[in-house]
């Protein structure tokens, strides 16, 4: 394939230059060479013949390169045939072989403007039509090319006034099929039109690197608009005017090949601005003169102080609205954020759909949120040059918004960094909230375990402890009362065993209803039945505490029994020391800190099946620290253990709102 293209190439190029060679030869003018087309046609040619083996090497499978190698042959073939035809006329060649160059001329280049140039405009920028809906118009372009070759080719004109210039394949009733003409011109027309249409929808459609593409071609289309308004202003030949041509296919090879050379969005919005601006004034002009010219009020010199006036303006006017176009709404702060603000009320998107709307507002490449060094959603492909904006909610960082530059950008703008800030604030309030929102449901998913876990532990000491003693007492009961008549005295052992069973299973209700909520805080409310626990492990504790903690919530209470238990308990075990201090603070919560008075470097074990340090060193989580962290957690709070300078400590916080 890469071998072709360059046959291609050189082919073009050889006919170029064998038809400028030609017009040398014969003597000719400039001016000549010009009507001739030998000058455009070979400068064309020779562009298309570059553009094109460019693209067709490095982009193989892209038909755009392709189109425009066969476009530079057809460009070429009538600057080729122009060349020789002057050459032949000059030293009269033979009539059969100048005609027969004749035709190949004038059949040469109707092929690039029929078929290449809207096939190219269709497939531009992948090569593919914009859906597989327009593969109708593909072939639609390719059964209608020929009639416009046909118009051209047949014109009995030919390409000079000279015996043998005339080519054959003419059609003499070529005037009286004025309305296939006619109809063949509008397909065209229509064609470029409905081309054009493509792209728009491409570019309201694609992503950030088929916009860039799509905003270069959009430039040699300014371009070359400007120059042939120039040159029609100026009365120029119409001929020169193709030389403004080759701006479109070097325009598409660095659109196709590097399209992220430049800010395209920068230079393309200052184009179309001034190209607005230049084309408004110039009417302008022209109908106030005449307004006021036929008026009697003497036109020129008031005209051109009423443009001066109104030219900032409108000026002003015409940059927003071409800036809002490529740039989004990075112009209208408030507008941007009011965009962001109605995906940020609708929830179902989420956070990728707020950067998803980032991206469309301020027409970004890439966008991503992250916390906590994590990822949590993107929009688009990181380019190389990124930006990085800090997320802070009262006064804590809770990420980061991370957006790309666009192509061309080496740094962000200062409209941009304004939006950005503006849209931080928001969206770090989104984010705090989706983090609260997460950690409520990882709170949710701890406590339904837990709750499955002690669900679990119940039937397991239901159905493995008390049901098979109370299942003994029905089956001893029974016995007693058969042999009660017969043998008093096994009927006495019977009840005595069953006496004894029944005493075991109220120990193990009581065992489950400690399990669930220990007695003594009922009957003796939470500082007495902390006292009572430390009697029990022959610890000497001080209680500070308010002197009504009645109204305590039931699952606070329960807590900081369970936390204050499980601390006397290591302290019991493990500290060199026989006293302990309990200090329960109560404001907008409850602060519980346990301490004892031994080594710190040896009071910090957990006390826990051996879950923790057993005799020294530092505090050590085990399975007696995670219960006390795991019942604060539940509840919203913290809890902290380890050493200090008189030795252990636990200090938890337990929140009273979480739980009313």
């Known amino acids: 394939m890469k071998v072709l293209a360059w046959i291609l190439f050189a082919t073009a190029a050889t006919e170029a230059v064998v038809g400028v060679a030609g017009a040398v030869l014969a003597g000719m003018s400039f001016e000549s060479a010009t009507d001739s087309f030998i000058v455009t046609n070979s400068a064309i040619g020779l562009t298309l013949a570059c553009a094109g083996v460019l693209i067709a090497w490095h982009r193989p499978r892209n038909a755009i390169g392709w189109l425009l190698l066969a476009a530079a042959v057809t460009q070429a073939g009538t600057a080729l045939g122009a060349g020789l035809w002057a ?5 009269g060649w033979p009539e059969v072989l100048q005609r027969t160059i004749i035709t190949f001329a004038v059949y040469s280049w109707p092929w690039s403007i029929a078929l290449c140039l809207p096939l190219v405009l269709l497939l531009f920028p992948d090569g593919r039509p914009v859906s597989p809906r327009w593969t109708w118009l593909v072939h639609l372009t390719i059964v209608t090319a020929p009639f416009f ?6 014109s009995p004109t030919g390409l000079g006034e000279g015996p043998y210039g005339v080519g054959y394949l003419t059609i003499a009733f070529h005037d009286d099929l004025a309305v296939l003409w006619t109809v063949t011109e509008i397909r065209g027309a229509l ?8 792209l728009a929808l491409r570019y309201r459609r694609g992503g950030e690197r088929e916009r860039r593409q799509l905003l270069w071609l959009l430039l040699a289309v300014l371009l070359l608009a400007a120059v042939v308004l120039v040159w029609g202003v100026f009365q120029a030949g119409p001929v020169l005017m193709l030389l403004a041509i080759p701006l479109v296919p070097i325009a598409i090879t660095i659109a196709i090949l590097r399209h992220g050379l430049l800010d395209i969005r920068l230079i393309v919005s200052r184009a179309v601005l001034y190209a607005l601006l230049t084309s408004a004034v110039v009417a302008a002009y022209a109908l106030l003169v005449t307004v006021l010219g036929s008026a009697g009020l003497g036109g020129s010199a008031f005209a051109t102080v009423l443009i001066a006036v109104a030219f900032n303006p409108v000026r002003v006017r015409l940059q ?3 800036d809002r176009l490529l740039y989004g709404d990075r112009v209208d702060p408030a507008r941007a954020l009011s965009r962001i603000g109605r995906r940020l009320a609708d929830p179902a998107p989420g956070l990728a759909g707020l950067v998803a709307a980032i991206c469309e507002v301020l027409r970004l490449p890439f966008a991503a949120l992250r916390s906590a060094d994590v990822e949590r959603a993107s929009n688009g492909t990181a380019p190389e040059r990124l930006h990085t904006v800090p997320l802070v909610y009262e006064g804590d960082r809770v990420g980061e918004l991370i957006v ?23 969206l770090a309030v989104a984010v705090h909230a989706t983090d609260l929102s997460a950690q409520l449901q990882r709170s949710r998913e701890h406590i339904v ?8 532990r119940l039937r397991r000491d239901l159905h493995d402890g008390l049901g098979p003693t109370l299942t003994g007492v029905v089956y001893r009961a029974d016995a007693a009362g058969n042999v009660i008549a017969d043998d008093p005295v096994r009927a006495k052992e019977l009840i005595l065993t069953l006496r004894s069973e029944v005493t075991t299973a109220i120990e193990d209700i009581r065992r489950l209803v400690y399990g669930l909520r220990p007695p003594a805080l009922d009957e003796f409310g939470l500082v ?7 009697e029990r492990l022959s610890l000497t504790v001080s209680v500070q505490a308010p002197e009504d903690l009645s109204e305590l919530p039931a699952a606070v209470e329960v807590a900081a029994y369970r936390i204050v238990t499980e601390a006397l308990n290591n302290v019991a075990r493990h500290a060199r020391t026989s006293s302990a201090r309990v200090s329960l603070t109560l404001r907008d919560l409850l602060r519980v800190e346990i301490s004892d008075g031994g080594d710190g470097d040896d009071g910090g074990g957990d006390g826990d099946d051996g879950g923790g340090d057993g005799g020294g060193g530092e505090w050590r989580a085990g399975v007696g620290m995670r219960s006390m962290r795991e019942r604060a957690e539940e509840l919203g709070g913290t809890c902290q253990a380890g050493p200090h300078a008189g030795g252990g400590r636990v200090v938890a916080l337990l929140p009273l709102a979480a739980t009313s």
């Open 449 to 456: 375990v837990a709750r499955e876990d002690e669900r679990r």
């Open 320 to 322: 927003r609205g071409v």
């Open 404 to 426: 790309g530059l666009r192509p061309g950008e080496k740094t962000v703008s200062p409209a941009d960094t304004r939006v950005l800030e503006l849209l931080a604030v928001p």
């Open 87 to 91: 050459v032949g006329e000059v030293h």
């Open 191 to 198: 064609l470029v039109l409905a081309a054009f249409g493509g």
């Open 528 to 534: 007495s039945a902390l006292r009572q626990q430390a």
């Open 149 to 154: 070759v046909l118009e051209m080719g047949a």
